[in-house]
Each structure stands twice: as C-alpha cells, then as structure tokens.
C-alpha cells in the first residue's frame, strides 16, 4: 500500500527559509515521478517542482526558480523541498504526490495518483 506524507510546513517571514520532507513508503522511486503541489488561498493548484528519478534536474514553476530546489533520496524513499527567499505569495497548501512512469513535461495533475494530506505554508509580510 503506497503512503505518501508531508512534513515540515509553518509560518515564517518573507525572506525566511523552509524545507518540506516527503516520505513516500510503498512504491519503487525508479517507476514514480516525484512532484509537489501547492494550493493558495483563492487559487487554483500549480505544479512546484517535478523530479524523474536519474532523469536530470527538476523542472520548477518560474515563480520559484531560483529560490526553491527538490530534491530525492531514493534510497529513503524521500523527497525534500528547500525554500529559500519565500514571499506571501508562495502562501498555501502544499502536497506531495507520486505518479507512475517517469516524466514531468507535459503531465497534468491528475495523472499523479499518490498525494498525501499536505502541509501548510504560510508567509507573513
């Protein structure tokens, strides 16, 4: 039974720093590809990051890139989110999910079956 779950959100301010932990028990990191979620308040879900086991570099949002960096740990079956320089903006809840086959471009949200509860972001001004 796959499980996947989040950890590590909380209130900081803008400029600050955080790192999400995914543990995702269950599954073969070489089959899955990787991703994390957010949804802001009034906003619509968007793609963060996106990591292929050995498939090169993440893929990131442009609102994020430059400031947050995924990462995988296969052999825990993890993945992190470092986030660096965070902005209100980036305010919301943010989910880990796994979907089968290994490619991020192009993939809609929908074809990542796994998602854990969450965690939830929130960036003061």
């Known amino acids: 039974q796959v499980q996947v779950a989040e950890s590590g959100g909380g209130l900081v301010q803008a400029g600050e720093s955080l790192t999400l932990s995914c543990s995702a028990s269950g599954l073969n990191f070489r089959d899955y590809t990787m991703a994390w979620f957010r949804q802001g308040p009034g906003k619509e879900r968007e793609r963060v990051a996106c990591?292929?086991?050995?498939?090169?570099?993440?893929d990131y949002l442009a609102s994020v890139k430059g400031r947050f960096i995924m990462t995988d740990d296969s052999a825990k079956h993890m993945v992190h989110l470092q986030m660096n320089n965070l902005k209100p903006e980036d305010t919301g809840m943010y989910y880990c999910?796994?979907?089968?086959?290994?490619?991020?471009?192009?993939?809609?949200?929908?074809?990542?079956?796994?998602w854990g509860h969450g965690t939830q972001v929130t960036v003061s001004s």
């Open positions: 999910a796994a979907g089968y086959g290994l490619m991020c471009l192009p993939r809609p949200a929908s074809d990542f079956t796994k």
């Open positions: 990591i292929v086991y050995g498939g090169g570099p993440p």
